[in-house]
């Protein structure tokens, strides 16, 4: 077809302009059904025409994609931070379960066979949980003054770790036992974690710091806990 006559001013015959303005009412009329026919199927059924595939358009800008990629992105992340790093109470009570037990190499009446079986007696039950008959024997060790810092500090073991534990109990032996040399150490780690188990972070921070300072046993679990504090 030659398209000039109609876009460069050429004139047109009475029949070219007849023709062409019936082809321009019939598209009218045509697009005008249409309409007609998609209002009604929208209005009385519910079916509404979909855009082909290349020409819909996603309700959300670019930003708002990046948003929400971000906050999904956030909720992983802390959820992972979550579930995969202990919580504060979870290290103490960690560390309290893992508490060892100290043997016979430190008691000062090493020899006394009568001590050391009542000792080694005393570690068999503390060792299988049965903290009640270990804590009669290590008492009665302190009453005859025997095992001295070795007995306090293992009974004191038994009152942090038995099923309900009795911290007060626990701190007024380990306060009796980091006064001895040869359990000081391991008594002063202990001591702090009873402190934080009984909620007393201020003393716990200065046995922490003390341990921390002379990188003592446990300092590196100790710098753990006290930025914690």
Not at 51 to 73: C, D, E, G, T, Y
Not at 185 to 214: F, P, Q, S
Request: glycine share 4%; proline share 2%.
């Amino acid at each position: 077809m030659d398209y000039k006559k109609y876009t460069e001013g050429e004139s047109l015959s009475a029949e070219e302009l007849e023709a062409m303005s019936g082809a321009l009412i019939e598209a009218k009329f045509d697009r005008e059904k249409r309409s007609a026919w998609e209002k009604r199927l929208k209005d009385e059924f519910g079916v509404a025409k979909e855009l082909p595939k290349n020409q819909r358009r996603f309700p959300f800008s670019r930003l708002a994609i990046a948003a929400v990629i971000a906050v999904v992105a956030g909720l992983i992340t802390y959820s992972i931070v979550l579930f995969s790093t202990p919580t504060y109470d979870a290290i103490v009570d960690e560390a309290i379960e893992n508490l060892i037990t100290i043997d016979t190499y430190a008691v000062v009446t090493r020899g006394d066979e009568a001590v050391d079986a009542q000792v080694s007696n005393a570690l068999n039950l503390l060792k299988t949980e049965k903290y009640e008959e270990s804590i009669v024997i290590w008492k009665a060790l302190i009453a005859e003054g025997e095992a001295k810092g070795t007995a306090e500090y293992n009974v004191a073991l038994c009152y942090l770790q038995k099923e309900s534990p009795e911290v007060e109990k626990a701190i007024e032996n380990l306060l009796k036992a980091h006064t001895v040399k040869t359990v000081q150490e391991e008594a002063n780690w202990a001591l702090a974690l009873a402190y934080l188990e009984a909620t007393d972070t201020g003393k716990a921070r200065v046995i922490l710091e003390e341990i921390i300072r002379a990188k003592a046993y446990k300092y590196k679990k100790a710098e753990v806990l006290i930025e914690s504090l």
